[in-house]
């Protein structure tokens, strides 16, 4: 039996939705307390185990919320299935930890929450590789100590990124929000690996490009190379931003990084497993003027040994999507993905997901990973 507590809003609603988590705002309780839900909130911080889960679906629950630190594997998409429960929303964007597939033989509509973390990630990332490049976390923990005696020019000599090359590693939303950010804001040469061109994003850079030209500046160049190791050897800024599947676990292992500029500054705000964490350690220890800015961790919430211990390290805790405005939005989403699944509504036609934002949101679900899939399966 499960010892957490839980909460609910709207007990007299007709559907039934559990989330195992609380979620920032007001305004996603109202998408569900529209569209007729009773809301039952996990209120226990720790992660609820795939059992709790499966008990609190129970005999009868509609919809589900669920967070990216939870197994939603076949099993419990099976339960929610025989619980008659059609809609799951990640509160996340990534879903890796979603057996979509699962869900598909299920008839469980999948939702995630893009649109509203882009710029936000980006801008945990762009922290990152400042507070990594130019030593924040490692001056602040001197400063704290004590350790202060005076102003000497040798002093915590950082990284200068003006003029110097940025790499991106997956150029989707979020990659390309941070590889603008960093061209723009401080003049660097981009190049990145992805399956596909970003011309949207080769055009902006080249724009820019000709922008700073036209005011007696210097030109940027913006190329898009063959490999990961590419990008790698030539970078001097590298942020990661793929999804984690088969083919990205451990793309970054002890190889690659060997391949890296010795004072090169590694950041990851997409998910841990793309490192090889202990990997990192080892790297980082040997080459103390490598630098990494690490939002995700291989094994979270623990990190691989001697982490911790490393300065030449910055590490925050998942938290590159933590603004109010986003981390309120991607809870509007979740709820709107539910409530529009479970009232029986198509899924938003388009990429801007504003609608959904505040107010009486549309009639459609913003996002489901799975749609076209559920669709064909029907066929
Ligand atoms: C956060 O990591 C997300 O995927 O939304």
Redesign the pocket.
Known sequence: MSDKKWTIVNPGGGRRVIVTKELPGEHWKQILRRADCSIEICTDPAVLSKEEIITAIGDRCDGAIGQ?TENWDAEVFVALRAAGGTAYS??????NNVDVAAATTNRIAVG??PGV?TET?AEMAVALTFAAGRRVTEADRFMRGGRYQGWLPTMFMGQRFVGKTVGVIGAGRIGSAYARMMVEGHKMDLVYYDLYPNLALERYVAEYSAFLVERGEAPLTCRRLGSVADVLRVADVVSIHTVLDDSTYHLIDAEALAAMKPDAILVN???GPVIDEAALVEHCRANPEFRAGL??FEDEPAMKPGLADLDNVVIVP?I??ATVWTREG?SSLAAANVAAILQGYPVWDGDDIAPFLAGDVPQAAPSIVNAEDLEASNL
Request: hydrophobic share 35%.
């Open positions: 990216l990640n509160g996340a964007v990534g879903y995630n929450t973390l990630t705000s997409s998910r939002d995700v998942h590159a999507s991607m």
